[in-house]
């Protein structure tokens, strides 16, 4: 286990590494987007439970496709996680529409 502290981003960064379970935490300090974020998102998970499994299927399919990284000049995975929620939310969307039309209209079989 080892700790560093990023100098080159716009804000200080603190990484946890953990090589032995195979992961890390980058911990972003003093910033009140991360708690808004995080509230953003318990939010819709309590709204939605099946986001969790969407958005590990985001992750996963970054990682097997390998996209750049943040650090590589790619978008940060938080961007990635948000637009699979907006695809999500409009599907859903659709859908409560299209059953809302299906209910009014008695012509329209189900």
Known sequence: T???VGGFARVPVL???LP???F???VCVNQLSSVKDTL???SL???NSCLTALLRLVKYFTQVRRF???AEGGYPSLVWN???IKCFRELLAIDHQAERVRCEDPGIAG
């Open 68 to 70: 750049p990284k943040c």
């Open 40 to 42: 953003f998102f318990r």
């Open 45 to 47: 998970f309590c709204e």
């Open 15 to 17: 990484t946890v590494a």
């Open 2 to 4: 080892f700790v560093l």
């Open 24 to 26: 890390s935490i980058d």
């Open 82 to 84: 948000r637009l699979a």
């Open 20 to 22: 032995e379970a195979g």
